[in-house]
């Protein structure tokens, strides 16, 4: 199965850097994607690791430990429009061999000036 | 930049009838997927397909639900005999490949009402 745990809520200050934790259990790993999800609106993508250490998009960085089952997304130079929900998601691989996405429950970061 | 199209954004419908829920992917991916967010709730895989057959489904993707691809652009998902419990956010995502490193990139979703 497959089990994916990330803190509900986090608060930050504009111009600030956050960092958002996400530990997972999963059963066959083929990759894990950070999802921006404002309320409403659909899941956007933000970045994706599937070798174990950091990468960088912008003010966006994500980083990956396969042993750990551990991986967490740090946001730079927070921006009000940064409030949104953060979506872990893990890409397992089942029978077919065709992978899907299981998601974690999010994080609603708050962004406060 | 291209982008996944759904319609409506809101269906409201009474329990018991049937709905579709249409979505147009991304012109050039291979690999579409349903998913549904209920309020306040994760978003949860329901189904994939590629080469016009399901590739997997979860146990949420029961006798209830079907989906079909009609033509070259078109991906439906057919809920039958809608129960209180269907009301949610549903979202359709394509990518270009099936492995990893491709995106999913996700619709607007439509968001389902059963009264």
């Known amino acids: 199965g497959q089990n994916i745990d990330q803190p509900t809520e986090m608060t930050a200050t504009e111009g600030a850097i956050v960092q958002i934790n996400c530990t997972y259990q999963?059963?066959?790993?083929?990759?894990l994607f950070w999802y921006q999800q404002h309320a409403g609106e659909a899941p956007t993508f933000l970045s994706y690791?599937?070798?174990?250490g950091l990468e960088e998009k912008g003010r966006f960085s994500s980083f990956l430990s396969r042993s750990k089952g551990y991986s967490y997304l740090l946001l730079k130079e927070l921006q009000m429009k940064d409030s949104a929900s953060y979506l872990c998601?893990?890409?397992?691989?089942?029978?077919?061999?065709?992978?899907?996405?299981?998601f974690g429950k999010g994080t609603m970061l708050l962004v406060s000036p | 930049e291209p982008e996944v199209t759904q319609t409506p954004s809101h269906q409201v419908t009474q329990m018991g009838q049937e709905v579709i829920l249409r979505c147009v992917p991304i012109?050039?991916?291979?690999?579409f997927y349903w998913y549904r967010q209920i309020l306040g709730q994760k978003v949860e895989f329901l189904v994939s397909?590629?080469?016009?057959?399901?590739?997997?489904k979860s146990e949420i993707f029961d006798d209830q639900f079907s989906v079909e691809r009609p033509d070259g652009s078109n991906f439906t998902l057919k809920i039958r005999s809608t129960k209180l419990e269907d009301s949610a956010m549903y979202f359709c995502?394509?990518?270009?490949?099936?492995?990893?490193?491709?995106?999913?990139?996700f619709g607007d979703g439509t968001r389902l009402s059963i009264l």
């Open positions: 995502a394509s990518s270009a490949q099936g492995a990893a490193g491709q995106p999913q990139h």
């Open positions: 998601a893990v890409r397992g691989v089942r029978n077919s061999g065709y992978s899907t996405l299981t």
């Open positions: 999963t059963s066959g790993f083929n990759g």
């Open positions: 397909f590629y080469n016009n057959e399901i590739s997997e």
């Open positions: 690791n599937v070798l174990d």
């Open positions: 012109s050039n991916h291979l690999y």
